[in-house]
């Protein structure tokens, strides 16, 4: 009554996601079934529904995927190594006051040049084990499970 409202409008706006990190999730996420399916496997019950499950969707034979889960663990074991790098840079320039100094700046920058060169190659190893038909299927699959239109080739 007599007082005005401001209304206030939120508008998100969506950073694009390189195609390249579309890979790494499509590969944490293959990882991520191996592990259920190992565990199933230790319990005696079938690990393959899980470990299959993008395989199938994507129609390639098990030869032909097998490239796709060496990836994967290699990727996922390799980005945990720089993980437990950059957390042990960080905590030792924290602990010593010089998190803000350019060397760990350097570092940091090093570290992240390395995860996206990491990446890179497990994508060029996968290219290169399928036919062209078959990267083209898989670059569909995975941006249309994991892109939801946002992601932008570099």
Not at 9 to 37: G, I, M, R
Not at 108 to 119: G, H, M, N, Q, W
């Given at each position: ?111 992240s040049a390395e995860r996206e060169s ?5 994508i060029d190893t996968i ?28």
């Amino acid at each position: 009554m007599g007082q005005s409202t401001q209304q206030t409008t939120h508008s998100f706006q969506y950073k694009a996601v390189p195609v390249e990190h579309l890979y790494w999730h499509f590969l944490a996420y293959q990882h991520h079934l191996d592990e259920v399916a190992a565990i199933r496997d230790l319990q005696g019950k079938n690990g393959d529904v899980a470990r299959t499950k993008l395989q199938s969707e994507l129609g390639f034979s098990t030869a032909d995927y097998a490239v796709i889960h060496t990836s994967a663990t290699r990727l996922t074991t390799h980005l945990k190594n720089i993980d437990v790098k950059t957390k042990t840079l960080l905590a030792s320039a924290k602990s010593s006051g010089s998190g803000s100094s350019s060397s760990v700046h350097e570092q940091l920058k090093a570290l992240s040049a390395e995860r996206e060169s990491t990446i890179q190659a497990e994508i060029d190893t996968i290219n290169q084990s399928l036919t062209t038909e078959q990267r083209a299927a898989l670059k569909a699959y995975i941006l249309k499970i994991f892109s939801s239109s946002k992601a932008v080739q570099q």
